[in-house]
């Protein structure tokens, strides 16, 4: 069992930074494969970025959606089983609920369904 603890959203100025921060408990975080997803309302879950398994033969690669590629940045830190997502110049089409997730398959996963565990989400306001 993971349980997953996200945190750092708030409100920003459209063109500011945020940076989420997503702590896993429980062993062998390195073997998972993690990512982010947001859900605005009156919306359906959306992939963000993903990164994959890293140690051993998992080399840590990431996936991003179009619309947030060149602005968001996935980062892992096994030490720390932390998670991180840097979103900078961020629009108010990024207001959503941000969600992290935890999987063991083996590749940078875009399908929800293939996620494990999911954390509660925190709130990304961008104001125009």
């Known amino acids: 069992q993971v349980q997953l603890v996200e945190s750092g959203g708030g409100l920003v100025q459209a063109g500011g930074s945020l940076r989420l921060s997503c702590v896993a408990s429980g062993r062998a975080f390195s073997s998972y494969s993690m990512g982010w997803f947001r859900q605005a309302p009156g919306k359906e879950r959306e992939f963000v970025a993903a990164v994959r398994w890293s140690g051993g033969k998992g080399d840590g690669s990431t996936s991003y959606a179009e619309s947030v590629k060149g602005r968001f940045t996935i980062s892992r830190e096994n030490a720390k089983n932390t998670v991180y997502l840097q979103m900078n110049n961020l629009k108010p089409e990024d207001t959503a609920v941000y969600y992290c997730?935890?999987?063991?398959?083996?590749?940078?996963?875009?399908?929800?369904?293939?996620?494990?565990?999911w954390g509660q989400g925190t709130q990304v306001t961008v104001s125009s």
């Open positions: 997730a935890a999987s063991l398959g083996l590749s940078t996963i875009t399908s929800a369904p293939r996620y494990d565990y």
